[in-house]
Every structure is written in structure tokens, then in C-alpha cells.
T-cell receptor, first 115, second 116 residues
Framework: KAGVTQTPRYLIKTRGQQVTLSCSPI?????VSWYQQTPGQGLQFLFE???????NKGNFPGRFSGRQFSNSRSEMNVSTLELGDSALYLC??????????????FGQGTRLTVV | AQSVTQLDSHVSVSEGTPVLLRCNYS??????LFWYVQHPNKGLQLLLK??????LVKGINGFEAEFKKSETSFHLTKPSAHMSDAAEYFC??????????????FGTGTRLQVTL
């Protein structure tokens, strides 16, 4: 069974540009969550999608957005990139919304560098 | 609100000696607690999880953790460290109360160094 796939693995963008990251969950998983990992702030929750609906959102500005498709694949978009957006972006999938009885499986992440 | 506090940012042990990584949690609801490991340039891998069943939880690679409600702790242990255990470890809490959407809240991480 294939794991969570995130593309691309590495990305370099210029300040002010926008970027789209992709996450393909494990087959059969309907929940996809996104996290930002930085040395200063650690791992922070961005948002969660379940069956194409955003069910929860972290404390990030509106420049961060996402969506989920009918096949459960998810994309996140960051507009007007800032230097501080440089981070490892991790995607996690689970069969249901993250709960006691489900495990979240993480992808290897997309390393975004903003210059 | 939920939170976890990892009491040590860095732990160094010798190969073959016990490992103890400390975690305290705070949660408004009955929490689910997890330990994840992250090796360099890799994603996160679940080591073990507590979901209100047995308080002593056994995970992969010889790791285990004990849920102590009275101490609000969920420390990770391993009897004998191996060089391959060197990585970053995250204590994580998830709330599942009252039908609200849940999310994982991560601790700041503990870097485990294993020396010969």
C-alpha cells in the first residue's frame, strides 16, 4: 500500500510569488491535514480536510489556503510568499478525522525555501 | 485548550543504556496521546498511541510509554538505546471532545543523541 505522497519534495520560490503543494493520501483515507514545521515555531497545524470540506483551521493568515478533491487528494496554496514561509510542509492522512481510533500517517514533506 | 510540554530539548545517552523522554500534557477532554519520531529529512512515524485503554502502551522498536493521569504525564522509555534511535521525538495530543473537529498538537520535540 503506497504511503502519503507529497510533491514536490523541494521548492524554491521568490518573495511575493505564490506556491501550490500537493498531497496524495493513502488509498481509502478521507482526512487530510497540513502542518508547517519551522525551527522556531515547531510543528503547527494549518488545516484539516475531510470529504472535500475544511473541518478545522489553525491560526495562519488568509494567504494560506487549501482544498480537497473528490479523490481525497489535497492541495495547499500560499500566496504572496514571505521569507518566514520557508518551512517543511507536512501532510497527514487518516481514514477518518483524526480521532482516538485512527492513526495519522505523514508524508515526507515539501521543503519550501523563499528567497 | 490542549498542549504538551516536552521537558528536554536534547537528551544524550550511550548505546545500550535506557532512554527516557519526558512529556507532560494538558487537555480539556479525555486526550489521545501519541509519540512520533522524525529521522533527518524524513516524515513523521508513529511510535505508539494511548487511547484510554491500557495505561502502559507498547510501540515499535522496543519503545513504550505510560499514561499517568495524576501526573498528567506520558513519558517515553526504551530499556536499551540503539544508534538507529538517534532522531527527533515528538509528544502529541489530540482532543476528541464533544464532536468538535480535532487536530494534533505537537510538543517542541526532543532530540535524542546516542553515543558509542
Amino acid at each position: 500500500k503506497a504511503g502519503v505522497t507529497q510533491t514536490p519534495r523541494y521548492l524554491i520560490k521568490t518573495r511575493g510569488q505564490q506556491v501550490t503543494l500537493s498531497c496524495s493520501p493513502i488509498s481509502g483515507h478521507r482526512s487530510v491535514s497540513w502542518y508547517q514545521q519551522t525551527p522556531g515555531q515547531g510543528l503547527q497545524f494549518l488545516f484539516e480536510y475531510f470529504s472535500e470540506t475544511q473541518r478545522n483551521k489553525g491560526n495562519f493568515p488568509g494567504r494560506f489556503s487549501g482544498r480537497q478533491f473528490s479523490n481525497s487528494r489535497s492541495e495547499m496554496n500560499v500566496s504572496t510568499l514571505e521569507l518566514g514561509d520557508s518551512a517543511l510542509y507536512l501532510c497527514a492522512s487518516s481514514q477518518q478525522r483524526t480521532s482516538k481510533n485512527t492513526e495519522a500517517f505523514f508524508g515526507q514533506g515539501t521543503r519550501l525555501t523563499v528567497v | 485548550a490542549q498542549s504538551v510540554t516536552q521537558l528536554d530539548s536534547h537528551v544524550s545517552v550511550s548505546e545500550g543504556t535506557p532512554v527516557l523522554l519526558r512529556c507532560n500534557y494538558s487537555s480539556s477532554y479525555s486526550p489521545s496521546l501519541f509519540w512520533y519520531v522524525q529521522h533527518p529529512n524524513k516524515g513523521l512515524q508513529l511510535l505508539l498511541k494511548y487511547t484510554s485503554a491500557a495505561t502502559l502502551v507498547k510501540g515499535i522498536n522496543g519503545f513504550e510509554a505510560e499514561f499517568k493521569k495524576s501526573e498528567t504525564s506520558f513519558h517515553l522509555t526504551k530499556p536499551s538505546a540503539h544508534m538507529s534511535d538517534a532522531a527527533e521525538y515528538f509528544c502529541v495530543v489530540s482532543d476528541d471532545g464533544a464532536g468538535t473537529a480535532s487536530k494534533l498538537t505537537f510538543g517542541t520535540g526532543t532530540r535524542l543523541q546516542v553515543t558509542l
